[in-house]
Structures are given as structure tokens and as C-alpha cells.
């Protein structure tokens, strides 16, 4: 696997981000509504009023991941410190672990027991997939369903799509953005927004006149957490270098407990580099 891959596979893997409670929670089902009247800021308000919110995580996962010339079917665990780490080790049907993951504030660490490799790089590396993707806050943010950037934005506008909210880019940050250096790169975001549950529901990053690297996810299955609503899975289509496609499944959610985020590389594991 190239390391390019690599990278890609570890965002789409950090994607499963559901939560459940030991209390009685239910699943949530969009139906039709009628659409309450907004301006782009009234509906960002609801948006971050709705926020899930937590302070740590842990869960079972189940990944399916395809790219341009394999599907790959893992199980494991899924760990989260909010605003410090995300953790997650990777199995093979068989439960051989096979890949831990673990990205901090400010770095990421791979560990690959098939080849018996390891990788240590800066946060930056997410770069590769989208500048956003370099604040962990903002990577948590959007892994349950969040978006801490988008609070009381001027930069949107609201249209109505179907039987959902859709906040769309700005005509004057359209106009700021061509009278911009042609090498001035700015990601664009569209989202559209459940009108019940006002929670994200589809979710598209992509850079400014070009379309062909973006990320599309799409949020569904969301279940009362608390008093709040997150989605139980995620659908992720990452186009660029490597077309890869992830669809997330979850079980046995613990939150708000002590958890461990244990890493360790055995001294015959050889470091690969950027």
C-alpha cells in the first residue's frame, strides 16, 4: 500500500465516530415536515444549539473500505479524547490487529503490524486531503456530525433542497475569492441540514474551481444520545490522487469513561518517512 493510501485510509477510518449510552436511547428516522422560514444565520444557530457534545469515547467498529483496486473489511475499536487524540485499532476478519492509528494535536502515528512499519508525521499530513483536515478540533468536529466553523458564518446562503436545508456559499465570498491569487487555494463547504433534527446530513468539502478533490460524507441512522441527536453512520467518498469510499458501522459505545490511548512501536519496527 502506497502512502498516499495510507493516508487517505487513516481520515476514513477516523470517520466512525457514533455514540451510544448504557440508558435507553432511540433511533431517529427523517420524515416530512414542513420547513420553518430561516435566514443562513437563524439555521446555523439551531445547527450549533444541536451539536453533539462529549468529552471522551470509546466503541467497536466495523469498516468497509474501497479504493481504486480493492475492498478491504476490517473490525476493531474506535477511541477519543475530545480536542487531544483519536485512537483506533484495526483487525482483520480473523481479529489479528493490523493497523493503530493514534493523532494527537500536533502529530500523527501509524503502525503497521503486516509489514512492521511505523510512520510519525506532523498533523499536516492531512493536508493532503484537504487543508482543513489540519486541526484536530475541526476533524472531531466533523466526525460526529459537527462543524465548529461554521458558528454564526456570514458566508453562507440558505436555499431549500428538496425536503432538506441547504447552506450554500456566498455570492460576495465568491467575489472576494477570484479577486485572489490564482495560487491562493480556499476550501469550500456545502452542507445540508436535517429541518427536524438540525443536524448535518450531508457534508461537501471541496477546493474552489476544482472539482476533482473533494470529500463527500453523508450522516444517517441518528440516534438520541443524552439529549442530543448524532448519526450512527457515515458514508465517506474521498476523490483526488486515490478515489476511496468508506461506509462506517458501530456497536458497544462507552462515553465519558476512562479510556486508554495506548501506543507503542517494538523496537524491530522500521520507521517509514514522507
Not at 47 to 70: L, Q
Not at 236 to 262: E, M, R
Request: proline share 3%.
Amino acid at each position: 500500500m502506497n502512502r498516499k493510501l495510507h493516508i487517505l485510509l487513516i481520515f476514513c477510518l477516523m470517520a466512525a465516530v457514533p455514540f451510544l449510552s448504557t440508558s435507553c436511547s432511540s433511533k431517529k428516522a427523517v420524515t416530512k415536515t414542513s420547513l420553518r422560514e430561516f435566514t443562513a444565520r437563524q439555521l446555523i444557530k439551531e445547527v450549533d444549539d444541536n451539536a453533539f457534545d462529549y468529552e471522551n469515547m470509546m466503541a467497536k467498529i466495523s469498516v468497509k473500505v474501497e479504493t481504486n483496486d480493492k475492498n478491504i473489511n476490517m473490525k476493531g475499536q474506535l477511541r477519543m479524547q475530545k480536542d487531544s487524540i483519536i485512537w483506533t485499532s484495526l483487525s482483520l476478519p480473523l481479529g489479528l490487529e493490523v493497523l493503530r492509528i493514534k493523532v494527537s494535536s500536533d502529530s500523527v502515528y501509524f503502525l503497521n503490524r503486516n509489514d512492521k512499519t511505523y510512520l510519525c508525521e506532523d498533523v499536516d499530513v492531512f493536508g493532503d486531503i484537504s487543508p482543513l483536515l489540519t486541526s484536530l478540533p475541526f476533524i472531531q468536529s466533523v466526525l460526529v456530525g459537527n462543524d465548529i466553523n461554521l458558528r454564526e458564518s456570514d458566508d453562507y446562503k440558505l436555499i431549500i433542497d428538496g425536503e432538506q436545508y441547504n447552506l450554500l456559499i456566498s455570492k460576495s465570498l465568491k467575489k472576494s475569492i477570484k479577486q485572489k491569487d490564482e495560487e491562493w487555494k480556499v476550501m469550500l463547504k456545502d452542507i445540508w441540514i436535517d429541518p427536524q433534527l438540525y443536524k448535518i446530513t450531508k457534508y461537501n468539502i471541496r477546493e474552489y474551481n476544482d472539482n476533482k478533490r473533494k470529500i463527500e460524507l453523508q450522516y444517517s441512522d441518528f440516534q438520541l444520545v443524552g439529549d442530543k441527536y448524532i448519526p450512527t453512520r457515515i458514508s465517506i467518498d474521498i476523490h483526488g490522487d486515490q478515489h476511496l469510499k468508506a461506509d462506517i458501522t458501530y456497536s458497544n459505545i462507552i462515553i465519558n469513561d476512562n479510556i486508554d490511548f495506548l501506543f507503542n512501536v517494538p523496537k524491530k519496527y522500521e520507521r517509514i518517512y514522507r
